[in-house]
């Protein structure tokens, strides 16, 4: 906890020292990801699942709010309410009917399901624009101030941010967590300690659905407009490759995924305007040569690997409770006995 | 409490032609320590398969507590307070031994996922219990001094005692042991022996399976013996060490011959 308060400080600090609108925007768009990359990482380290549909969830949450807003003339807030709850139903109905989430059906269900939904996106114009786009998204507003784009939001976006990095570092930290990391360590074991593990996997399934949904809310009210290829299966490896790259088994990988990916989208963007050819095309083959070299060199991700070097090298850096707070527990259960 | 815990009554299980156990009944008395035993394939880690959950039977009915558990799932059954180990340890190696033992106080606990995420001053006291629990568990089997060590990491000998501690945490009223002394040397078997009877004499009612007959004897009030799938034999040990079904079954019918 130590850690997010450092964590915070950092946010709180940042837009002094990148001042221009493309980099505030930029981060605006890191704290949305973190928030899918939190859920995404409790739903495959914790539950061992693998959603290949983020974006599509993340997708559903933006129109749901955007269509509602616009064409029904709905309160922002409950647009943003209705974006968390249709993603939920939509997981929800998913692990019904898939057995108990057992083994990949899971990641092939979402792969679909993430297609359907791009094709769904573009093809029902009446509703959601098409490729054409959405217009005229109001702006969320506290006490009738409009939250404006730019420096507002994104503090408004990482508050909400902070508060998901803390609500997913106490579920890894409880009961809960405890149970869901057991879970992928020996499941019939976890079952004879009268652990439902069905349950407690759909519960995560649908909170990872939540959140993307909540983050896609977030994006449909930072921008007037809204057009389908952000939510297409690129975006969905962008998610994963956060995820993998940061460590599946930490809340902190997945923020450090998050802000990793956002910073190589910089870098290729930057370099796409000094060299001809470099497009974003050039992002996902990079994106899928990092997969492959995490996946072969660093299973465990990045923070789960160097955590312990930090700590190593001393005085209690900033990351030092990174690891699921487990240094606190020491403290607390030692001085207590 | 009166009459019997456990009752099998008539348990069958085939794996498509084979059968591995065919009508088998027996019962366990509160405060028993009842050994299961038997040669190599006669169905005791089925058996203890069928009465944890793990597998359902495909013929008769399991009840604890008099109520039917067969075809129930294995969360449900430990709910009931029936806590087992397993023969090929099924610890959670990336956890520390005292997570381990938490994981075996989960049916303690009643924090959900979203009451954690934002844990009020009920959760957090309810992590205080479980995590005395915990630690009482672990003295209890003498490795409290491991708690924040990798269970990963701890040789065979202690990998059985956790095993031991993170069943005993759930506080159940039957345990199940499967083999808790298999690959031990002498020594941590008679330290093993030790903490079971002192675990019966917490009113913890004991099923094992084992094949260190020196231990089966020495821990056992009674005794069942599987051979093929079916019980040839039960009563207390002396009688089992004399019954020559049994004996046939272990050594086969050569031996018969020779000492005939």
Redesign the interface.
């Known amino acids: 906890m130590r850690a997010l308060a450092v964590f915070a400080l950092v946010v709180l600090l940042y837009p002094w020292v990148a001042h221009t609108s493309y980099l505030i925007t930029v981060a605006t768009f890191t704290g949305i990801y973190t928030i899918v990359a939190v859920g995404l990482g409790l739903l495959m380290g914790y539950a061992g699942q693998v959603s290949l549909g983020q974006a599509a969830f993340y997708g559903v949450g933006a129109y749901t709010t955007a269509v509602l807003t616009t064409r029904y003339g709905l309160n922002p807030w409950l647009g943003v309410v209705a974006a968390m709850a249709v993603p939920a139903l939509i997981a929800y109905v998913f692990g019904r009917t898939l057995s108990r989430l057992k083994g990949y059906y899971l990641a092939m269900a979402t792969l679909a399901f993430g297609i359907a939904i791009y094709v769904v996106i573009n093809e029902w114009a009446d509703v959601t624009g098409g490729a054409s786009g959405l217009y005229g998204i109001p702006k969320l507003s506290i006490a009738g101030w409009a939250i404006s784009s730019g420096l507002p939001y994104y503090y408004f976006v990482w508050a909400i941010a902070l508060l998901v990095i803390f609500?997913?570092l106490?579920?890894v930290?409880?009961?809960?967590?405890?149970?869901l990391?057991?879970i992928h360590?020996?499941e019939?074991?976890?079952?004879?300690?009268?652990?439902?593990?069905g349950a407690?996997k759909m519960?995560?399934f649908i909170?990872s659905a939540v959140l993307a949904g909540l983050a896609g809310a977030l994006y449909a009210h930072m921008s007037y407009s809204l057009v389908p290829e952000p939510f297409g299966l690129q975006t969905s490896i962008l998610f994963v490759t956060m995820v993998v790259l940061g460590g599946m088994r930490s809340i902190w990988g997945a923020v450090v995924g998050a802000m990793i990916v956002s910073a190589i989208r910089v870098g290729v963007n930057w370099l796409g305007h000094t060299l001809p050819g470099v497009t974003s095309e050039v992002e996902l083959v990079l994106f899928g040569l990092i997969l492959i070299g995490i996946v072969i060199f660093l299973p465990n991700g990045l923070v789960p690997t160097l955590a312990p070097l930090l700590r190593r090298i001393g005085r209690r850096p900033v990351k030092s409770a990174v690891e699921d707070g487990?240094g606190e527990a020491?403290c607390k259960?030692t001085s207590s006995? | 409490m009166q009459g019997d815990l456990l009752r099998v009554s008539g348990v069958g299980r085939r794996f498509g032609g084979l059968v591995a156990l065919r009508d088998v009944h027996m019962t366990v008395r509160a405060g028993e320590i009842v050994g299961l035993i038997g040669p190599n394939g006669a169905g005791k880690s089925t058996l203890f398969h069928i009465i944890s959950g793990v597998l359902p039977p495909t013929e008769g009915e399991v009840t604890f507590r008099g109520e039917r558990i067969s075809g129930r799932s294995p969360h449900e059954i430990a709910a009931l307070g029936l806590s087992r180990t397993f023969q090929n340890i099924q610890v959670f190696g990336d956890l520390s031994v005292l997570d381990n033992v938490l994981v075996g106080c989960h049916r303690h606990g009643r924090a959900g996922l979203l009451a954690t995420a934002f844990p009020s001053r009920r959760v957090r006291d309810e992590e205080r219990r479980l995590r005395e629990r915990a630690l009482k568990a672990l003295s209890f089997v003498g490795i409290a001094d491991l708690a924040f060590t990798p269970a990963g990491l701890l040789p065979l000998g202690q990998l059985r005692l956790l095993e031991l501690a993170r069943a005993l945490a759930a506080e159940p009223i039957l345990l199940l042991l499967d083999e808790i002394a298999a690959g031990l040397n002498p020594v941590e078997t008679s330290t093993m022996a030790e903490n079971i009877r002192a675990v019966r004499d917490q009113g913890i009612t004991v099923l094992l399976v084992e094949h260190d007959m020196d231990l089966v004897m020495a821990l056992c009030d009674r005794i069942v013996v599987l051979d093929q799938g079916e019980k040839i034999a039960e009563g207390f040990p002396e009688e089992i060490q004399r019954d020559e079904r049994v004996i046939r079954a272990y050594l086969g019918a050569e031996w018969e011959e020779v000492s005939a």
Request: charged share 20%; net charge positive.
């Open positions: 609500m997913g106490n579920i930290r409880f009961r809960v967590g405890r149970a990391r057991s360590s020996s019939v074991a976890a079952a004879a300690m009268g652990v439902d593990t407690y519960q995560v909170l487990k020491v259960v006995a």
